[in-house]
């Protein structure tokens, strides 16, 4: 938990910035988070959770391509003692409706990055709402969510503003 506190997140934060600012290029970007990524990858991929752990299913919806902050929550939901499903990136509503309903996931995390207040990402939630009900908690986190907010109230959708908050 503390490297990922301490360093990983910290580290793209600041990577994004200066990517932002102009200080480094999309292609620094991409490298570090290509490093990141894997690294999480291969870390989540040595979790052993204990029979009848509750299962979180872990994505971002259709159109939602970054999936850094998944993977940090899919880190934090396994320390947490959580058996994580994770469906990575850009994943259509119907899927994970179908994935989190087979495994009898007791709730569903989508990160939401970029883009913002995007009409076919609302699109997706409302209908992953609509296909496993009202009863199915859906959260949801990410630099993305401020822009959703009206749509994931309408949602009963519940929002996490850090891996802290989620934890």
């Known amino acids: 938990p503390e490297l990922r506190k301490d360093l990983l997140v910290p580290l793209m934060q600041e990577i994004g910035n200066r990517w932002q600012d102009g200080q480094l290029r999309i292609s620094h970007e991409h490298m ?4 990141v990524m894997a690294f999480l990858a291969t870390h989540n991929a040595r979790y052993r959770v204990a029979a009848g752990a509750p299962v ?10 970054h999936e850094l902050g998944a993977l940090l929550a899919a880190s934090t939901a396994y ?3 959580w ?9 259509p509503a119907e899927d994970i409706a179908s994935a989190a309903t087979a495994k009898g996931a007791r709730a ?17 939630m409302q209908e992953l709402r609509r ?13 993305a969510v401020p822009s959703y907010m009206v749509a994931l109230a309408e949602l009963g959708v519940r929002t996490v503003t850090s891996t802290d908050h989620l934890d």
Do not use: C, K, W
């Open 108 to 124: 569903i995390l989508l990160s939401l990055v970029f883009p913002h207040g995007d009409s076919q990402t609302v699109a997706e």
């Open 56 to 65: 979180l299913a872990v994505t971002t919806p259709a159109g939602q391509m």
């Open 79 to 81: 320390e947490a003692g």
């Open 32 to 35: 570090a988070t290509s490093i």
């Open 131 to 143: 296909m496993v009900g009202r009863d199915l908690p859906i959260l949801a986190g990410g630099q």
């Open 83 to 91: 058996d994580v499903l994770y469906l990575g990136a850009n994943m």
